[in-house]
C-alpha cells in the first residue's frame, strides 16, 4: 500500500486566529477516485519448483505436501495511492489549514500469471492451467470493481468530515489529512483485500484441482 501527498496549496488572509477559531468558509471539498487497470503479462518459462518459491515468497500457505508443486501461480499487487490539494490562511499559531481536494487511485500496476515450462502453449494442460489463474484474474477485477461505488462513497463522506484544522504549516496539515485519510480508509480496503482472498480459496479447492488435472492426461 502506498500513499503520498500531493500539494497544491492556495493560502489567503493573514489576519491572527487562534487554533479554535479556525475557519474557511470559502471551502469546499472535492474527491476523485480512479480505478488503475494494471497490465497483464503471461509467463511459460519457470519450473514447477521456481513457481512454489514465488507463491512462498508472496505469502501463501505451505504446500499441501513434499511432492506437490504449482503448475499456475497468479500474482499481483493491490496499490492504492492518496494525494490532497488543501488551502489555508496564516494565523497566530501557524496555518488554518482545509482539505479542498482529494484524489485517490487504487487498483494493480500489473497482475502476473505464471504457467509450469513444461507446459507448452496448444497443449491441453496449458490451456486448463491458463483458464483457471484467469479464473484468479477475475477475481480481483471484478471484486474491485464491485467495491469502487463503495470506496467512493466513503472517500467523499471521510474527505468531507476532517474539516479545517491547524497546523504549523500548509505541508504538515496537508500531510496529516493524507494520514488521516488512509487510516479512514484502509478498513474498507482490507475487507475488499479479503473478499478477494476468500474468493481465491474457494477457486483453489482439492475437489477444483482434481476437475482440472482429468481434463487432459499429460500431467
Known amino acids: 500500500m502506498l500513499a503520498a501527498a500531493w500539494l ?9 486566529a487562534h487554533a479554535a477559531q479556525c475557519r474557511l468558509p470559502n471551502l469546499e471539498t472535492t474527491v476523485k477516485l480512479t480505478e488503475k487497470r494494471g497490465r497483464q503479462r503471461l509467463s511459460n518459462g519457470f519450473t514447477g519448483r521456481q513457481l512454489e518459491r514465488k507463491r512462498q515468497r508472496a505469502g501463501h500457505a505451505a504446500s499441501p505436501g513434499p511432492n506437490w508443486h504449482p503448475v499456475g501461480l497468479m500474482g499481483r499487487d493491490l496499490v492504492w495511492e492518496l494525494r490532497v490539494q488543501v488551502m489555508g490562511r496564516k494565523t497566530d499559531r501557524g496555518f488554518c489549514v482545509g482539505l479542498q481536494h482529494a484524489d485517490m487511485v487504487v487498483g494493480y500496476d500489473r497482475i502476473d500469471v505464471y504457467i509450469d515450462r513444461r507446459y507448452r502453449p496448444g497443449s491441453c494442460e496449458y490451456h486448463v492451467i491458463l483458464e483457471h489463474e484467469q479464473q484468479h484474474v477475475r477475481n480481483f477485477k471484478n471484486t474491485l470493481a464491485r467495491y469502487m461505488p463503495e470506496i467512493r462513497r466513503k472517500l467523499k463522506a471521510e474527505a468531507t468530515r476532517i474539516g ?11 500531510d496529516r489529512f493524507v494520514k488521516t ?39
Do not use: H, V
Open 181 to 219: 485519510l488512509k487510516s479512514r480508509m484502509t478498513p474498507l480496503i482490507r475487507r475488499m483485500q479479503q473478499e478477494m482472498d476468500a474468493t481465491d480459496r474457494r477457486i483453489d479447492t482439492p475437489a477444483n484441482y482434481r476437475a482440472t488435472q482429468a481434463r487432459c492426461e499429460n500431467w
Open 8 to 16: 497544491a496549496m492556495t493560502t489567503f488572509g493573514w489576519a491572527p
Open 164 to 174: 479545517p484544522r491547524q497546523a504549523r504549516s500548509m505541508e504538515r496539515g496537508a
